[in-house]
T-cell receptor
Framework: AQSVTQLGSHVSVSEGALVLLRCNYS??????LFWYVQYPNQGLQLLLK??????LVKGINGFEAEFKKSETSFHLTKPSAHMSDAAEYFC?????????????FGQGTTLQVKP | GAVVSQHPSWVICKSGTSVKIECRSL??????MFWYRQFPKQSLMLMAT?????????EQGVEKDKFLINHASLTLSTLTVTSAHPEDSSFYIC??????????FGSGTQLSVL
């Protein structure tokens, strides 16, 4: 069975500071990993995903994440936070090799960006 | 622009009534659609998976007679909350995937049952 744990339900950073949102996963098979962003009362938007290949994945809006199998982690980072990055972020896992969309989500992390 | 349209975005209903939520794929054929439920400040929980033309597969603990899912065409899936009660109040989100297996989410429906 797969599971996802996001460390820290709330992260606060200053504008321009590094953003680090933590995600650890558990999977008995090679995982497909995703990061989604959700703005208030909206659906989810895909930031990036890891399936196979390069372990450092670049996504939209300057975000990137690194798949570390030895640490079972897929942390999300951004070098410099913008006010517009304030939102809810979800890490998710799907069973490889089929990206069926049947995702298991983490608990979510609220990112607050202070001016 | 949005490729999955979900309506309504917000609905209030009286306890005991039924509410239908629509999820449409706008420019692709959605062979599979997923319905999630999200409580405030919590994660999304998968309710069911629906494939066009077949019965939906419900996750453990989800009442299939209460949450009726219909996926009659390749562009439309509906979720009907029957005999809604206040505990059914939640944010419902659909997602859809087609032949290229890209996944797109709807904008969600906030259901409030009085």
């Amino acid at each position: 069975a797969q599971s996802v744990t996001q460390l820290g339900s709330h992260v606060s950073v200053s504008e321009g500071a590094l953003v680090l949102l933590r995600c650890n996963y558990s999977s008995s098979v090679p995982p497909y990993l995703f990061w989604y962003v959700q703005y208030p009362n909206q659906g989810l938007q895909l930031l990036l995903k890891y399936t196979t290949g390069a372990t450092l994945v670049k996504g939209i809006n300057g975000f990137e994440a690194e798949f570390k199998k030895s640490e079972t982690s897929f942390h999300l980072t951004k070098p410099s936070a913008h006010m517009s990055d304030a939102a809810e972020y979800f890490c998710a896992v799907s069973v490889a090799p089929s990206n069926t969309g049947k995702l298991i989500f983490g608990q979510g992390t609220t990112l607050q960006v202070k001016p | 622009g949005a490729v999955v349209s979900q309506h309504p975005s917000w609905v209030i209903c009286k306890s005991g009534t039924s509410v239908k939520i629509e999820c449409r794929s706008l420019d692709f054929q959605a062979t599979t659609m997923f319905w999630y439920r999200q409580f405030p400040k919590q994660s999304l929980m998968l309710m069911a998976t629906s494939n066009e033309g077949s019965k939906a597969t419900y996750e453990q603990g989800v009442e299939k007679d209460k949450f009726l899912i219909n996926h009659a065409s390749l562009t439309l899936s509906t979720l009907t909350v029957t005999s809604a009660h206040p505990e059914d109040s939640s944010f419902y989100i659909c997602s859809a995937t087609g032949s290229d297996e890209k996944l797109f989410f709807g904008s969600g429906t906030q259901l409030s049952v009085l």
